[in-house]
Each structure stands twice: as structure tokens, then as C-alpha cells.
């Protein structure tokens, strides 16, 4: 919206179309109603427009972007799916399955117009019903119901954590269809990654860090990475180049085992555990 005003569009808020003035065959203005309500008293959406309060605005072309209709055509024919309010299909709120077993929905034919990240959300979930489904499977046992509690902010000390705002960018002052986007400071970039403090992604004991890196594989913003204060303590080599490393190690340990004899005192302490598992199994039976 930021954008839209800043390349000259104006944005009329509380206006309905009532009609489309045409003149020789073309579309030459849009009349507007006075829109006094967006929902009703069951807070379901229901505007009421006041019809005698009208703007006129002059237009060569007019594009009706207002809203959607879900059309089914013969999709749902035959099936014992149940439609409701908008002539949307009837699911439980869980599984996303609807009244007939084999046939799952969600989005916004279900929900009414939402996020996109709604839908997909919706998605996934339907999208393991279908599995239990066509696996036999319970629809319910063992499924996480994502039941979230709300975090309370009101309630929380926050002096030890950051509390700066979100760094933006300068953006251009050009009017065009090139990007006039910017990129943060130096300075910027600086508090933005201060605030950085820990998503709960991993959690990792200071005093029990080995250095594994397995943490730095988890964030996908590449914000963790490791840094040794003495390098010259070991070699590090690359995922991709280990067994180049290891597999020295192991043929030389193949062959000390295999090949070089055991000592007296070697064979002395391996005759004794087999005798000590001997009489175990003795005193088992």
C-alpha cells in the first residue's frame, strides 16, 4: 500500500461499486455507495451500503477484482460431500475431512478468503489425513494438535534482551517499474544481526561443547557459526572430504589387529575373561 500511494494511486476505503457508466459502448465512470457496515451483529461478514451517498469517479477501465465464488460444476457430483455457508464444503476443523471419508479439503474453499500461509498450513494437515487414511490408520492418535498458547508479552522481563525495532532500508524516491529498493548500512546490518539472540532452534551447553558444528546446520539463515580459538590444536576437514582422512586410520587399525601378534599379558587377560564368561553361563543354567 506504502508503494501504491508513493506511485500516485489513491486508495478509497469504505466504498462499494453500484454501477459502471457507459457511454458509446465503453466504460467511461464507476459510481461508488457509501458502505455504513461490514458485519453484522453475528460478526459474520454482511455489508450494508447507504445508496443515496455516491462518488463518481471518471475511468476508462474497469477491473472487478471484489471477491470469489466457489463454482464446483460436476466435481461433487455423485459424492456425499455437505456444503455450507458460501456453498463451501462441511470438514472437520482437524483432519480437514469432510462428511464423505475418502475426500479432504481445506484453504480458502473452506475457511473463506485467508493468508496463503493458511492454506498451506491446511495443507499439510490434510495432507497427513490422507496418509492415515489411505493407510488404515487412526486420524487422530498420536497427531500433534498444534494447540498454541499465546505468548504473553505483558508479563515477561525483557531488560536483558534486545529491544530494538526491526532495521528497513532507505527505499529510492523514483517513480518507475525499476526497483528502487535499498540495502541497510553498515550500521544496520550491525543491529539487525544483534538481535539474533536465539530462536530455540538448538540450545547448546557451553560447558559441554565439543565443537561438532551440528548447531551451525540448523539455522537456515546461516546465523550460527563456529570459531576456533586455536586452530593449530586440530585439523578440520570438510564433510565431503572425511573418509579421505579416516580411512587411513582404519587399514592401520585393520592390520595392528589383524596381523600383529598379541603380547603374553595380551593373551594371558583374553584367556581369563573367556574363562570368567564360561563359568557365568554355568552358574545361568
Not at 456453498?87 to 480437514?96: E, I, L, W
Request: with cysteine; net charge neutral.
Amino acid at each position: 500500500m506504502k508503494e501504491a500511494r508513493e506511485d500516485g494511486v489513491v486508495i478509497n476505503c469504505g466504498w462499494g461499486p453500484k454501477e459502471v457508466v457507459v457511454e458509446n459502448g465503453k466504460a467511461t465512470a464507476i459510481v461508488f455507495k457509501k458502505c455504513t457496515r461490514v458485519y453484522d451483529e453475528n460478526n459474520k461478514f454482511s455489508p450494508l451500503y447507504d445508496e443515496n451517498e455516491t462518488i463518481t469517479i471518471p475511468a476508462d477501465k474497469v477491473i472487478f477484482a471484489i471477491g470469489q465464488s466457489i463454482i464446483w460444476g460436476n466435481l461433487l457430483d455423485g459424492s456425499n460431500v455437505e456444503l455450507g455457508r458460501g456453498n463451501g464444503p462441511v470438514a472437520d476443523g482437524y483432519t480437514f475431512q469432510t462428511s464423505q471419508e475418502d475426500i479432504f479439503t481445506g484453504g480458502d474453499v473452506l475457511t473463506g478468503p485467508k493468508f496463503a500461509i493458511d492454506a498451506i498450513a491446511q495443507g499439510h494437515e490434510a495432507a497427513e489425513s490422507i496418509h492415515r487414511y489411505v493407510q488404515n490408520g487412526h486420524m487422530t492418535i498420536g497427531r500433534d494438535p498444534r494447540r498454541f498458547i499465546q505468548f504473553d508479552t505483558s508479563d515477561i522481563k525483557v531488560e536483558n534482551y534486545d529491544n530494538s525495532s526491526r532495521q528497513e532500508a532507505a527505499d529510492g524516491t523514483e517513480k518507475s517499474f525499476r526497483d528502487v529498493h535499498g540495502t541497510l548500512t553498515e550500521e544496520q546490518v550491525k543491529k539487525e544481526t544483534s538481535r539474533c539472540l536465539g530462536c530455540g532452534t538448538v540450545v547448546v551447553d557451553d560447558h559441554r561443547c565439543i565443537g561438532c558444528g551440528l548447531c551451525t546446520t540448523r539455522c537456515k539463515f546461516d546465523a550460527i557459526t563456529l570459531h576456533r580459538d586455536h586452530p593449530e590444536a586440530s585439523t578440520m576437514v570438510v564433510a565431503e572430504k572425511k573418509f579421505g582422512k579416516i580411512l587411513p586410520n582404519m587399514a592401520k587399525r585393520a592390520e595392528k589387529i589383524v596381523f600383529v601378534k598379541n603380547s603374553k599379558e595380551d593373551r594371558e587377560f583374553v584367556a581369563q575373561r573367556k574363562k570368567a564368561y564360561k563359568e557365568a553361563q554355568k552358574k545361568d543354567r
